[in-house]
């Protein structure tokens, strides 16, 4: 009880950009979990500027290769793409 309630006053909540995804439901929200939470934790899509999402986006098809995942095909980036900049940091 204590710890909690240091926690709440030291704000030791989740950070934004590590903030749950509220969304488990959605069929885009389960797509994007079945691809991006293979090496880590899902990254919140508001961790980073739609501008920038389509580099990293790219990035994390250069460390699949490295790794033996397969590469995501061109709907598949974009769905995922549309799902991440419809919700980033603005
Ligand atoms: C094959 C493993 C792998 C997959 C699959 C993968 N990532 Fe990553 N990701 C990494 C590695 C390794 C790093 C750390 C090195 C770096 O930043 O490039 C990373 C780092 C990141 C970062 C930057 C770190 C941060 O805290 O902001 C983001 C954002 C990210 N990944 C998003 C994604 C998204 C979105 C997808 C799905 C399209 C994805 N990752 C799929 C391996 C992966």
New binding site residues.
């Given amino acids: 009880m204590l710890v909690q309630f240091i926690c709440l006053l030291a704000g030791c909540m989740v950070r934004p950009?590590y903030a749950p995804v509220n969304e488990e439901n959605s069929e885009e929200f389960k797509f994007y979990q079945s691809?991006?939470a293979?090496?880590?934790g899902l990254?919140h899509p508001r961790?980073?500027y739609a501008e920038d999402w389509p580099f990293?986006?790219e990035?994390?098809q250069s460390?699949?290769e490295?790794?033996g995942?397969p590469r995501?095909d061109n709907d598949e980036k974009q769905r995922?793409l549309d799902y991440?900049q419809s919700r980033a940091r603005d």
Avoid: A, D, T
């Fill in positions: 950009g691809k991006c293979l090496c880590h990254p961790r980073h990293i986006v990035l994390m460390h699949s490295e790794r995942f995501l995922i991440l």
